[in-house]
């Protein structure tokens, strides 16, 4: 190689390694700083594209898990109060099976008889007053289905049905197929003025129309475990894709921090020795003045 005053070859060449060392120390500790191997596209931009939309799908899957629990919350709501209606007509039934024997007395049937229409008129109360989020849930307000959202895809595989029966009326009404409660109250108390004459309106008959209250409820109770096995089943795949695709994630974004200082401290080197011959390269073309 030719010295010459005029071009430093030498120079040239330790600057351009210089800012090669340099740019790989910036790196190195960006990385280690941000702790992500990938903070723009330019260094990996296959790996940026691909983190990104597996980040979309990660926060779909929080959406989906906390639309499954808000479904599993409004169904444990239902449960419970179906739980209560359930309470008082097993002891209306309780009731009605006293005043089905002939050994009480009329003063007895009357005390028998008022218990049995408070616990109707609180039946009618609580599926009227029973509502989650704005929704009122047992008074027949929900016409139709209602789907949860369970999974982050548009199709039925993400969708979990809660049949309308769920919410049909709960009313005392609804469930006895009778509107005049205070009469149907009588009835099972064995006060029926019309008892006498006919049968069906004496209070052991009534037996069987408060057993097909309490089997309605039953049903509506069973279907809804049946849902909630369900949206545990969801929760928990949910758990197992979110986990899967975080660790996806991190094996394409996050930064080896080991790797990651060892390039550090190469680069620091290589900076160092390319700084100090780039020092050197700048005095060579003094040599040639010593020519002169």
Partial sequence: MPLSLVTNTMAMRCRVY?????????SAMNRMASGYRINSAKDDAAGYAIAAQMGTKLSSYDVASNNTQIGADLLSTLEENYDLINDHLERI???????????????????????ILARYNEITRVANSTEYNGFYLMDGSIQGDLGLQAGIYGDSSSRITMEAFLFAPATTSALMARNDIEVLAAECAGLSPDAAADPDKRAYAMLSVIDDAITNIADRVTQIGAIQNRLESALSAIDVASENLTSSVSTIRDADIATESTNYIQSQIMQQAASTLLMTANQAPSIALDLL
């Fill in 18 to 26: 210089l800012d090669e060392s340099t740019s790989s120390l910036q």
């Fill in 93 to 115: 039934r309780e009731l009605t099976m006293q005043a089905s024997n002939d050994t009480y007395s009329e003063e007895s049937k009357r005390a028998i008889e008022a218990e």
